[in-house]
Each structure stands twice: as C-alpha cells, then as structure tokens.
T-cell receptor
Framework: AQSVTQLGSHVSVSEGALVLLRCNYS??????LFWYVQYPNQGLQLLLK??????LVKGINGFEAEFKKSETSFHLTKPTAHMSDAAEYFC????????????????FGKGTLLTVNP | GAVVSQHPSWVICKSGTSVKIECRSL??????MFWYRQFPKQSLMLMAT?????????EQGVEKDKFLINHASLTLSTLTVTSAHPEDSSFYIC???????????FGPGTRLTVT
C-alpha cells in the first residue's frame, strides 16, 4: 500500500525567497519518489525523482529534494523563487497497486499551489 | 526527451454521444500507458492502466463499460468515453511508461466538456 500527503494546499512566497513544499509518503517497500509541476491546463512535467543512491536529488529549474527515510519525507526546495515558478506541484510515490498484480503505478498527493508574489 | 501527445486537446460533445481521446508516445515505445482524470483544483485520479495487447486494468469505482481503453500498439492508447454525460466533463491526462525505466511521461491533457 502506498500514499502521499502534501502538507499545505497553498503556499505563498515572495520573489527571491526560499521555496519549501512538504511531502510525506507511506510505502510498504522502498519507494520511488517524484515531484511534478503542472501549469494551468497542461499536463505534468517531471521536476526530479528519487529511485536509489544519493538521497539529495537535484532537478530542473533549480529545484532539489531530499529523501529522508527516517522521516518518510521528500520535501521540495528551491533557494530563490521566481515568478515563473508559480504553478501546482504534485508529489508522487511509485509502486505496485494496492490490488497487487504486475502493474506499477504512481500515487499522487493532492497537490500544492505555489504562488509567488512580486 | 520523451514526448507524449494527446488528441484532441479539447472537445465539446453533446450528452449521450461518445468521444475518443488518443494518447501517443512519439519517440519511445510504451508497454504501459495510464489514464488519469483530474477535476478542477484537484489531484490526478488514476482511472486505468493499459498494457499493450492486453485488457486494461481499471481502478476500483471506474466503469469499464463507460470508459473503454484500447492499447493496440506500443505507441498508441485510446480512451473512449461512451454515452457521455455532463458529470463526465473533466480534464483527462494520459501518461506512458518508457519500457527502459520507471519514469512516466505525461501528455498535455484533454479537456472534455459534455453539454
């Protein structure tokens, strides 16, 4: 079984400030973890992913996330927010579904809307 | 990079009619494709998983006779919404899993409006 909890449905920051989007997961097996960004009326774009190896993962557009097994967390950060970062962000955990079988699938959190104020 | 396309990007249909949405992986082979539904300001809900050449696996609560999925080739999956009703209006997003890794590539989505 797997699930994702994103703390805070809406995060607002000032341009130039630190961005921190929180994600906690539950998984019965070592997880694959992902962060996606969605702009209005568009599909999802992968920001970064963790599968194995280094727990600090760097992604596109200056984002990074750290896998902390002891805290079951995978928080997304960016040192300096830009206006173009305003979007919806989804954390996801990959694994095999609750019904078992051979189908690998992603389970998404409810999303966090990031707004960036000038 | 891996690209997934969807067609159409938006469609309006009358209640009771059927509409087909195509999902294509343009530069890779996808043994598995996924169909999601997203309501306004909400997360993605997985509807079904389709494997090339076999029947789709539907998530609990999704009507398989209403949402027909066909994955006839390694680059194409289709979702047909049959006898559409206004409550089927939503944003439908497909994704394709590259057979070489666990990463899913998402299409741009299709906005369906049923009047």
């Amino acid at each position: 079984a797997q699930s994702v909890t994103q703390l805070g449905s809406h995060v607002s920051v000032s341009e130039g400030a630190l961005v921190l989007l929180r994600c906690n997961y539950s998984s019965s097996v070592p997880p694959y973890l992902f962060w996606y960004v969605q702009y209005p009326n568009q599909g999802l774009q992968l920001l970064l992913k963790y599968t194995t190896g280094a727990t600090l993962v760097k992604g596109i557009n200056g984002f990074e996330a750290e896998f902390k097994k002891s805290e079951t967390s995978f928080h997304l950060t960016k040192p300096t927010a830009h206006m173009s970062d305003a979007a919806e962000y989804f954390c996801a955990v990959g694994g095999y579904g609750n019904s078992g079988g051979s189908n690998y699938k992603l389970t998404f959190g409810k999303g966090t809307l990031l707004t960036v104020n000038p | 990079g891996a690209v997934v396309s969807q067609h159409p990007s938006w469609v309006i249909c009358k209640s009771g009619t059927s509409v087909k949405i195509e999902c294509r992986s343009l530069d890779f082979q996808a043994t598995t494709m996924f169909w999601y539904r997203q309501f306004p300001k909400q997360s993605l809900m997985l509807m079904a998983t389709s494997n090339e050449g076999s029947k789709a696996t539907y998530e609990q609560g999704v009507e398989k006779d209403k949402f027909l999925i066909n994955h006839a080739s390694l680059t194409l999956s289709t979702l047909t919404v049959t006898s559409a009703h206004p409550e089927d209006s939503s944003f439908y997003i497909c994704s394709a899993r590259d057979w070489r890794d666990y990463e899913q590539y998402f299409g741009p989505g299709t906005r369906l409006t049923v009047t």
